[in-house]
T-cell receptor, first 112, second 116 residues
């Protein structure tokens, strides 16, 4: 069990650029979650996959955000035309059905 | 809708003193409740969880929490603080049962400072 991994750990980009983050869950976990954490706040739910199906999206996930989990294993989160308000820590978590979530180390995004 | 309130965004205790971090929840269904700890620039580590079994839950690093339905509370305690306990602590609630998203709703966090 190598835990949940995320790549990159840090990303600095200029406003208007596109960025993509990757999450590799624990191998037998079929549920995968994305959260966003801004400074001084708790994580907020963005979206959820069960296997390759994206089953729920938060209203926080604007049209500029898209997430995929093509083969039910790793997942990507893409942000198009980044804005300064997108600066945050993006956390990925995975779990078995009905079990608690294991979190990755996060990707810290800074939009200049 | 589910929600979590953590009273006190900053708590300071002396090393060796009792740690008490407060969490109150709101849920229309039997909740699952969690405490996570976050060290700077790191992800979240599970401290303990309540999933409708024993109301007094013991976790890692000497932490424990008690689920009190009548008070809708799930406060985190540790008898004796250690310098390494300095971190941010998050309480979270999730819907229970065998189906559902199981997404977490987090509180805003409590930053614990341990004084030498």
């Amino acid at each position: 069990d190598t835990g949940v991994s995320q790549d990159p750990r840090h990303k600095i980009t200029k406003r208007g650029q596109n960025v993509t983050f990757r999450c590799d869950p624990i191998s037998e976990h079929n549920r995968l979650y994305w959260y966003r954490q801004t400074l001084g706040q708790g994580p907020e739910f963005l979206t959820y996959f069960q296997n390759e199906a994206q089953l729920e999206k938060s209203r926080l996930l604007s049209d500029r955000f898209s997430a995929e989990r093509p083969k039910g294993s790793f997942s990507t989160l893409e942000i198009q035309r980044t804005e300064q308000g997108d600066s945050a820590m993006y956390l990925c978590a995975s779990s078995l059905p009905g079990r608690w979530q294991f979190f990755g180390p996060g990707t810290r995004l800074t939009v200049l | 809708a589910q929600s979590v309130t953590q009273l006190g965004s900053h708590v300071s205790v002396s090393e060796g003193a009792l740690v008490l971090l407060r969490c109150n929840y709101s849920s229309s269904v039997p909740p699952y409740l969690f405490w996570y700890v976050q060290y700077p620039n790191q992800g979240l580590q599970l401290l303990l969880k309540y999933t409708s079994a024993a109301t007094l839950v013991k976790g890692i690093n000497g932490f424990e929490a008690e689920f009190k339905k009548s008070e809708t509370s799930f406060h985190l305690t540790k008898p004796s603080a250690h310098m390494s306990d300095a971190a941010e602590y998050f309480c979270a609630v999730s819907e229970g049962g065998t189906s559902g998203t199981y997404k977490y709703i987090f509180g805003t966090g409590t930053r614990l400072k341990v004084l030498a």
